[in-house]
C-alpha cells in the first residue's frame, strides 16, 4: 500500500525501520524545518531589549538541562533532585577554569566551545559516580543519592574558599570571528549559541531514543527484571542515564556561565532543583517535545509570578518578600496539580492538539 | 577527656531528636513505601503551630505542645486525604515527586508568614541555669527534650507493638493484598500512617525550637537530615531509626568537636552525613537493621 507522505492520518508502518524515522511524515519534516528558520531568523526582524533576550536565553539553558533531566527522570524512571548540583557542576567547571588561568585566559575566551564540551564531560563524570549505587538498588534510593548530591555541593561551593563561598566568580567576555562580542550584541549572540546548541542536543536525544541504548532505558524504566531477561543491564544502563543528564547538565551550566558572565552559588539550590523538576513534569515526563514546552511554561510563569508579586506589594505591609514565597508555592503546586490532573504534561496537549489538526473535518 | 564526654552528651540530645524526626518518616515508608520529602517541612509546621499557641494564644507551653500534635495530626491526615490518596495505584515514582511538590508548597506558605524570614524562640520555662556534672553541661531544656523524645519513642513501639491499628499498620506494610482480604481498610492504614508521623513530627519540631529556637532554615536541615538517617537505620526498621539517629548525632558532634579549624576545614558537621549516605548507598544500602528485599518474578 503506497502512503500518502504528506497527509498521513494514522501509522502505517511495515517494518520496525519505518518506525524509527525521525520524521514521520514530509509534512512534519517541512514544518521542523520552517520552526527552525523562524527561530534563527526572528531577531532580524523584532528588536527585543536585552531584559526579554536574556528571559529567552534562560529559557534556552533550561531546555539543554530538561533535556537531561527528562533523559533521567522521563525515559529512564529516576527521580533526580539534583539536578540544579549538576548543572552546578558545569557552571563551576569554567568558573575555576578561569579563576585558575584567568578569565582573560585565551582558553576561555577563545576556545568557549571547547570549555562548554569540556564542562559537559566533567558533568558526565559526577553523574555517573552519583548514579553508581544504582548498580545495586531499584529507583527510590537514588532519590536520597541525588539529594545527598546537591546538599555535598551546596556545602562544597559555600565553605571552600577556593569556590569564592558562593560568592559571584567571573568569566570572561567571549571572543567571535568579528571580534569580542560586545555588552551589546552579547544576549543576541548568546541566544544564536544556545539555539545551535539546543538544536544539536534535541537531535543527539531523538536519535538516541532510536538506538538501542535509548530502547534500554525505556525497557528498564518499564519493567527492570523484564529487561534484565532480555540481556540488557539494568545498573549500567541506569548509571548510564545519570552520566547522559550530568552531560548535558554540564553543558547547559557552562552556557549558563558565560550568559552571565559570572557564576554564583544561588542559582543551583535545591530550589533549583524543584524547579527543573516542575518543568519535567509540567512538559511531560518521558517526551522529547515536553522538553522545550515545559522549561518555557515555568519560566513565563516564573516571570508572571514576579511581575504579580511586584504588583502586590504596593497593597502590603512593607518589608514582605513576597517573590520568594510565591515562587516555590507555584512550583509546588504546577508539580502536584499536574501530577494528579495531568500526569503527561503540555506534551499530550500538544500530541492532542496535532492529531486534531491532522483528521481535521472528521473526528473520532 | 570531658570534652569528649560533653561531645558525647550534646551528641545523644542531638540525636534523640533525629530519631524522632526519623520515626515519622519511617511510619510513613513503612506502610504505604513512599519516601516523603515533605517531613521537614511538617516538623517546620508543628514547631510553628506550638510557638503561636504558646505566644499569641498564651496557653501553657506543655498544653500546647499536645495541641500542635493533635493539630498536627490532623493537618497530615488531610494532606494524604487531598493529595496522596488520589495517587493510589499511580506508580510510585509519580507519589514520590507529588511530596516534592508538597514540600515546595509548604515551604512558599511558611515563607508567606513572618516565620519564613525572622528567628523567634521560646519564652523560657525551665531553669536557665545548666545542670553540672564531672565538668559535663547539659541545659533543662536539652535534658526535657531527651526525656520527652525517649518517651515518645517508647510510645510509638508500643503502639506498634501491641495496638490494633499498630498491627494492622504493620500487616498493610507486610502485604497489601492479603491485608485487604482480612479487612483492614488500606486507605485509612496510609491516612492513619501519615497522621502518626505529622504527630511525630511536630513533637520533634517543638523539641528543636525549644533547644535551638525556631529558624526555617534550621528545622529544614533536620529536615533533611532525616535521609542519612533513615537510610543508615534501614529505611523500614523504627528501632533502625532511633540508632542511627543517635550515631549521626555522635557523627556531628565528633566532626564539630574534632575537625572544624584543624585541617581548614569547618562546617563539616553538615557534609558529613551526606557523604556517609553515598557512601552506605554503595556498599550497605539496607543499613543497620533494614530488610533485604528479596523479587520474585
Known amino acids: ?364 | 577527656m570531658s570534652y569528649f564526654f560533653q561531645l558525647v552528651v550534646s551528641g545523644i540530645v542531638v540525636g534523640s531528636i533525629y530519631a524522632l524526626s526519623a520515626i515519622g518518616f519511617v511510619l510513613i515508608y513503612k506502610s504505604s513505601r513512599v519516601l516523603n520529602l515533605a517531613h521537614g517541612q511538617i516538623i517546620a509546621t508543628g514547631a510553628f503551630i506550638t510557638y503561636s499557641l504558646t505566644v499569641t494564644a498564651h496557653i501553657p507551653i506543655y498544653l500546647s505542645f499536645l495541641m500542635s500534635m493533635i493539630i498536627t495530626f490532623f493537618l497530615a491526615m488531610s494532606v494524604e486525604k487531598i493529595f496522596l490518596r488520589r495517587l493510589i495505584g499511580e506508580p510510585i515514582i509519580s507519589v514520590i515527586m507529588v511530596t516534592i511538590g508538597l514540600m515546595s508548597i509548604i515551604d512558599g506558605l511558611i515563607y508567606l508568614t513572618p516565620f519564613g524570614s525572622e528567628n523567634f524562640s521560646f519564652p523560657p520555662f525551665l531553669p536557665q541555669q545548666p545542670i553540672v556534672y564531672a565538668g559535663i553541661s547539659i541545659s533543662y531544656t536539652q535534658l526535657v527534650g531527651v526525656i520527652i523524645t525517649f518517651i515518645l519513642i517508647g510510645l510509638f513501639s508500643w503502639f506498634f507493638k501491641k495496638s490494633t491499628v499498630g498491627i494492622s499498620m504493620r500487616a498493610v506494610s507486610d502485604d497489601q493484598l492479603a491485608s485487604m482480604s482480612i479487612g483492614v481498610s488500606v486507605p485509612r492504614v496510609f491516612g492513619l500512617a501519615w497522621a502518626t508521623a505529622g504527630l511525630s513530627a511536630a513533637a520533634a519540631g517543638s523539641v528543636i525550637g525549644n533547644i535551638t529556637g525556631l529558624n526555617f532554615s534550621t528545622l529544614h536541615a533536620f529536615g533533611i537530615i532525616v535521609f542519612p538517617v533513615v537510610i543508615l537505620g534501614g529505611l523500614d526498621s523504627l528501632l533502625g531509626a532511633v540508632v542511627a539517629g543517635i550515631i549521626m548525632g555522635l557523627i556531628q558532634q565528633f566532626a564539630s568537636g574534632y575537625l572544624d579549624g584543624n585541617f581548614g576545614l569547618y562546617g563539616t558537621a553538615q557534609v558529613l552525613p551526606y557523604i556517609l549516605l553515598l557512601v552506605l548507598l554503595l556498599f550497605k544500602p539496607h543499613g543497620l537493621f533494614g530488610t533485604h528485599e528479596i523479587e520474585r518474578v
Request: glycine share 10%; hydrophobic share 55%.
Open chain 1, 1 to 364: 500500500m503506497s502512503v500518502n507522505r504528506w497527509l498521513a492520518t494514522g501509522n502505517y508502518f511495515t517494518t520496525y525501520k519505518e518506525e524509527q524515522r525521525i520524521f514521520y511524515t514530509s509534512l512534519d519534516r517541512i514544518f521542523c524545518v520552517f520552526f527552525l528558520t523562524t527561530l534563527f531568523i526572528w531577531p532580524f526582524f523584532m528588536e527585543l531589549d536585552s531584559k526579554d533576550m536574556l528571559v529567552i536565553d534562560n529559557i534556552l539553558v533550561a531546555v539543554i538541562a530538561i533535556l537531561g533531566l527528562n533523559l533521567v527522570t522521563g525515559f529512564a524512571g529516576l527521580i533526580s533532585v539534583g539536578h540544579a548540583a549538576f548543572v552546578g557542576v558545569g557552571a563551576y567547571t569554567v568558573a575555576c577554569l578561569s579563576r585558575i588561568i584567568g578569565d582573560q585566559h585565551v582558553l576561555i575566551t577563545h576556545a568557549w566551545p571547547l570549555m562548554i564540551m569540556f564542562s559537559g564531560f566533567v558533568g558526565a563524570i559526577f553523574g555517573g559516580i552519583v548514579g553508581l549505587p544504582a548498580l545495586r538498588l531499584k529507583h527510590l534510593y537514588l532519590v536520597m543519592a541525588t539529594l545527598s548530591f546537591q546538599m555535598i555541593f551546596e556545602w562544597t561551593i559555600g565553605f571552600m574558599d577556593f569556590f569564592n563561598q558562593g560568592q559571584t566568580i567571573f568569566v570572561g567576555r567571549v571572543f567571535w570571528f568579528t571580534g569580542q562580542v560586545g555588552r551589546k550584541e552579547h544576549y543576541l549572540f548568546w541566544y544564536y549559541a544556545l539555539l545551535v546548541v539546543v538544536v544539536l542536543c534535541g537531535f543527539a536525544v531523538r536519535n538516541l531514543l532510536r538506538t538501542r541504548y535509548g530502547r534500554c532505558l525505556v525497557a528498564v524504566r518499564d519493567n527492570d527484571r523484564a529487561a534484565d531477561a532480555m540481556g540488557m543491564h539494568p545498573g549500567f544502563t541506569k548509571v548510564y542515564a545519570f552520566a547522559l543528564a550530568g552531560f548535558f547538565a554540564g553543558i547547559a551550566g557552562a552556557m549558563h556561565a558565560y550568559l552571565y558572565r559570572g557564576v554564583g552559588m544561588e542559582s543551583f539550590t535545591l530550589h533549583e532543583s524543584i524547579q527543573y523538576l516542575a518543568m519535567t513534569i509540567v512538559g511531560g515526563l518521558g517526551s522529547l517535545t515536553g522538553s522545550f514546552f515545559g522549561p518555557a511554561a515555568i519560566k513565563i510563569l516564573d516571570l508572571q509570578v514576579e511581575n504579580l508579586a511586584e504588583w502586590a506589594v504596593t497593597f502590603l505591609p512593607s518589608g514582605m518578600n513576597l517573590a520568594t514565597a510565591l515562587r516555590p508555592l507555584s512550583f509546588g503546586l504546577v508539580i502536584v496539580l499536574f501530577l494528579i490532573f495531568e500526569p503527561r504534561g503540555i506534551a499530550n496537549w500538544w500530541r492532542i492538539l496535532r492529531s486534531y489538526v491532522k483528521l481535521w473535518p472528521f473526528r473520532y
